[in-house]
């Protein structure tokens, strides 16, 4: 029902800047906290940034002052912004909502390399 299309990852090199997309669709988007995940080989996945329906940004102690996590609840649409990007933020980042949970989409991959 619900489906979830990452977008935007890609390679860059340390220092440099990468924006994630997310769009939505089948989804109460709006009214949902939405989340930014990410998973690299042989990790666990962790929640690196979420976004209340309000917009008030939380963001994991690794990333905080890096990331910009962002949403468009006319667009459906949750938006990661990576800066001062470091090799340890190499992974597919995913998005779902927190608390009423998707299928994981396919994610797209964040390479940061040198």
């Known amino acids: 029902q619900v489906q979830l299309v990452e977008s935007g990852g890609g390679l860059v090199q340390p220092g440099g800047s990468l924006r994630l997309s997310c769009v939505a669709s089948?989804?109460?988007?709006?009214?949902?906290?939405m989340g930014w995940y990410r998973q690299a080989p042989g990790k666990q996945r962790e929640l690196v940034a979420y976004i209340t329906s309000g917009g008030s940004p939380n963001y994991v102690e690794s990333v905080k002052g890096r990331f910009t996590i962002s949403r468009d609840n006319a667009k459906n649409t949750m938006y990661l912004q990576m800066n001062s990007l470091k090799p340890e933020d190499t992974a597919v980042y995913y998005c779902?909502?927190?608390?009423?949970?998707?299928?994981w989409g396919q994610g797209t991959q964040v390479t940061v390399s040198s």
């Open positions: 779902n909502p927190l608390h009423r949970q998707a299928d």
């Open positions: 089948g989804s109460i988007f709006s009214s949902s906290v």
